[in-house]
Each structure stands twice: as C-alpha cells, then as structure tokens.
C-alpha cells in the first residue's frame, strides 16, 4: 500500500496499525494546493463479504463519525468515505 495513491487524492505514506478488522494509514491530501502536503489517516476496512448489510453499516457508520466529529475535538473529522475494489475506505 506505501505509495498507493486512493481515489487519486490520498497518497499512502506509511502503516499506522493493523487488526481484525483492517489497517489504518498515514497519507498525504494531493487535493490540498500547498507544500508540504497536509496528512491525515485513512482506515482501510476489509470485510469478509461485501453484502447489502455491511454497506448499510458502512455508510451508517460513516455517517455517525461525521456528525461526532463535527462537535467534539477528541473525535477525528471525516473528510471522505468510499470503497475501491473490494475495500471500504
């Protein structure tokens, strides 16, 4: 993944960490115009099955970080959720 570029905007620095249920990422933000680029973390889940109910739960839980993220400093700010391949991001 180090180098990977996702949906031509996060460009993957290095691994933070790894679990169960997926990995999360140290990238840079090419969307941003300046130098250096800003970083943020990408979480990459990797479920076992891509079925209705785990989008469902994706998006939902997609949803619920925006708006906690919104209202408390101690919360990490969604910026974008998308799945690419088979991976929900």
């Known amino acids: 993944m180090i180098g990977k570029i996702l949906r031509q905007r996060y460009q993957i620095i290095k691994q933070l960490g790894a679990g169960g249920f997926g990995e999360t990422y140290l990238a840079e ?3 941003i115009p300046v130098t250096p680029k ?3 973390v990408v979480k990459r889940l990797k479920p076992t099955e ?3 109910d785990s989008i469902r739960l994706f998006k939902q839980e997609a949803q619920i970080l925006y708006k906690l993220g ?5 919360i990490p700010k969604l910026y974008a959720y998308f799945q690419e391949d088979e991976d929900f991001y």
């Open 29 to 31: 933000d090419l969307d």
């Open 70 to 74: 919104q209202n408390h400093d101690q």
């Open 50 to 52: 891509i079925d209705r």
């Open 38 to 40: 800003p970083v943020c």
